[in-house]
């Protein structure tokens, strides 16, 4: 009757940590996690009710996460960097003008490595695609490209960014069910002295 009431009062992942139910308790959070099978406090569904974990598991649900949202981050990061090449590389391709034709310029053969050259087409360009490979296309066609990239770049970085949000909720939560462990478990310290 009562606890079945209170579990619709509980708030599930994504939800901010630190809140109360209309009952006055903090909130037992279930998170929804992909975790391996023994993690303990796992029901079938795939969401662990963190209150069955112990304080040591937390402990490592809390660096697991930690961990993630690390590697989510710098994803990030490299997600970003591509983005400002494509945009930088559109803006190149943009620029080209008839006049241009026999300018000198740097061609990049790595990343490190460029050699002289002088440019002899203002209408036609060679796109890395990827790997090694490079396509010949004409300045409209590259500016689409590298407008396609940007967007499915972006897409992408939103989707992370989400992800990356939800890891850091997700810390929250854990360090606060750490807390709230660690105190219970120093209250019933206390009461043992106390009446032993």
Request: hydrophobic fraction near 35%.
């Amino acid at each position: 009757g009562g606890e079945e009431k209170r579990r619709s009062d509980w708030p599930l992942w994504g939800q901010a940590a630190g809140t109360t139910t209309r009952h006055g308790a903090t909130p037992v959070l279930l998170l929804l996690l992909g975790l391996a099978a023994g993690a303990g406090g796992e029901d079938a569904g795939g969401k662990v009710d963190l209150r069955k974990l112990s304080v040591e598991q937390l402990r490592r649900l809390h660096q697991q996460f930690g961990q993630e949202e690390d590697h989510l981050a710098q994803s990030y990061k490299k997600l970003k960097t591509a983005s400002n090449g494509f945009f930088e590389a559109k803006q190149a391709v943009k620029a080209l003008k008839p006049e241009s034709l026999g300018s000198r310029v740097l061609v990049p053969l790595t990343s490190a490595l460029y050699v002289k050259g002088v440019l002899a087409s203002a209408d036609r360009v060679l796109v890395d695609v990827g790997t090694g490979y490079h396509v010949e296309k004409n300045i409209s066609q590259a500016e689409k490209y590298f407008q396609r990239k940007i967007e499915y770049v972006g897409d992408n970085m939103k989707r992370l960014e989400a992800t990356v949000l939800d890891k850091r909720n997700g810390l929250q939560v854990i360090e606060q069910c750490i807390r709230e462990k660690m105190q219970a478990e120093g209250q019933q310290q206390s009461q043992a002295e106390e009446g032993g």
